[in-house]
């Protein structure tokens, strides 16, 4: 089995269905920074193999590849053809993990950079990656293409995701978070009486 076809010669690619489009076509970018995102990922879950207080983490992206996979094979379906793979229960296990780790790191008061150890910062590098595609699926939507509604909520929730864990893993390996110096303080406690 060959793994090129020469169909992509031209400059075309084929969506699920068999629609013929350009690889600029909206839905090809979406699946495409999916991919960009997964491949960060990666090197990511490679980094934190090498820390034991960071398996449960690890274990986590690699589950998040896999769901980021089933959001690449929703975005590559066009007019919903086949049944979406993506469910709420995706989104809820996002919401699960980020509710529970972010209260561990300290509190934060001002805007951070990111920084920090270098898997942080990767990770704040998937978090910004992450953006695009969800703007590349609104993009999508906008064209009047079809889309997985819990595709776009992971993908909401998903950045979210990699900035609690950023600072969750500076805080597991002793980094400090990089305040923001400009930055007055963000969040305000309501004066009690």
């Not at 969506?15 to 995102?37: C, F, I, P, Q």
């Not at 300290?106 to 805007?111: G, I, S």
Request: proline share 3%; with cysteine.
């Amino acid at each position: 089995m060959r793994i090129y076809t020469k169909y992509g010669d031209k400059g075309f690619t084929r969506l699920y269905g068999g629609d013929r489009v350009s690889k600029t076509h909206v839905r090809v970018e979406a699946y495409g920074t999916m991919d960009e995102l997964c491949s960060l990922l990666g090197i990511i879950v490679s980094h934190m193999a090498d820390y034991q207080a960071l398996e449960d983490l690890r274990k986590d992206c690699q589950a998040i590849q896999q769901q980021l996979f089933d959001c690449g094979s929703d975005l590559a379906t066009p007019r919903e053809l086949r049944p979406y793979k993506q469910e709420l229960s995706d989104v809820s296990w996002l919401e699960e993990r980020i509710d529970c780790y972010m209260t561990i790191p300290p509190k934060l008061e001002h805007f951070i950079i990111p920084g920090g150890h270098k898997i942080a910062s990767l990770l704040h590098m998937a978090r910004t990656i992450t953006r695009r595609l969800e703007r590349r699926m609104v993009a999508l939507l906008e064209a009047g293409e079809t889309l997985n509604d819990f595709g776009l909520q992971y993908i909401n929730r998903l950045s979210d995701y990699f900035f609690v864990l950023a600072r969750l893993v500076n805080d597991r390996l002793g980094e400090a978070d990089t305040v923001y110096e400009r930055s007055p303080k963000i969040f305000r406690h309501k004066k009690e009486g």
